[in-house]
């Protein structure tokens, strides 16, 4: 069964602290994703990474870095947490050659004050 | 580039009722359309998703239909039930998208009993 993990559920940090959040995929996928879930607001996507340390920003990167070491696992960081980054954080993998179909994992939600 | 607007963001039918939510989209070369499914605490989960060659597809409750004319299309859900109590997103892909999505904000959707 396909699987993406992520690292944490509920995740609490205070402001200026630097913050990981890591995510897992077992389907060797090659395109993995980070999201922003706002009530409202929808998805909108950080970071994408088509490829093992390749990386291209998405709608909202500031704020946010990326590290993709190994195919199977995507770090979010957030340098210096704000509480404007309180949210909750999905993962998602995809494989070009099979289809655009995203796999997200259950989502971590981050508060930050 | 791509945006698509979901309407309504909330919906409340009776327990055996219709729903219909309705996507637009701005660029006349996308070329897939995804429904998502987001139960409370999981990350969303394609349900149905229609290619531009086709303008309906359906899946037991659930069709979909696209207006490639008007650039929208919609999520049919026939004989509500409670199961079907979730957050509802469209998406669609650029031709040029590198496999990228872009969401819509979602729908809520509530079966009252």
């Known amino acids: 069964d396909v699987k993406v993990t992520q690292s944490s559920r509920y995740l609490v940090k205070r402001t200026g602290e630097k913050v990981f959040l890591e995510c897992v995929q077992d389907?060797?996928?090659?395109?993995m994703f980070w999201y922003r879930q706002d009530p409202g607001l929808g998805l909108r996507l950080i970071y994408f990474?088509?490829?093992?340390?390749?990386?291209e920003k998405g709608d909202i990167p500031e704020g946010y870095s990326v590290s993709r070491e190994k195919k199977e696992r995507f770090s979010l960081i957030l340098e210096s947490a704000s509480t404007n980054q309180t949210s909750m954080y999905l993962c998602?993998?995809?494989?070009?050659?099979?289809?655009?179909?995203?796999?997200f994992g259950p989502g971590t939600r981050l508060t930050v004050t | 580039g791509e945006n698509v607007e979901q309407h309504p963001s909330t919906l409340s039918v009776q327990e055996g009722d219709s729903a219909v939510i309705k996507c637009t989209y701005s660029?006349?070369?996308?070329?897939?359309f995804p429904w998502y499914k987001q139960e409370l605490g999981k990350g969303p989960q394609l349900i149905i998703d229609?290619?531009?060659n086709v303008g309906e597809k359906k899946d037991q409750r659930i069709a979909v239909t696209l207006n490639k004319t008007a650039k929208h299309f919609s999520l049919h859900i026939t004989e509500t039930q409670p199961e079907d109590s979730a957050v509802y997103f469209c998406?669609?892909?650029?031709?040029?998208?590198?496999?990228?999505?872009?969401w819509g904000a979602g729908t809520k959707l509530i079966i009252k009993p």
């Open positions: 998602a993998s995809s494989s070009p050659t099979e289809s655009y179909e995203q796999y």
């Open positions: 229609i290619r531009s």
């Open positions: 660029d006349s070369a996308s070329n897939y």
């Open positions: 998406a669609a892909t650029p031709i040029d998208s590198n496999y990228q999505l872009i």
């Open positions: 990474s088509y490829d093992v340390k390749m990386k």
């Open positions: 389907m060797d996928h090659e395109n």
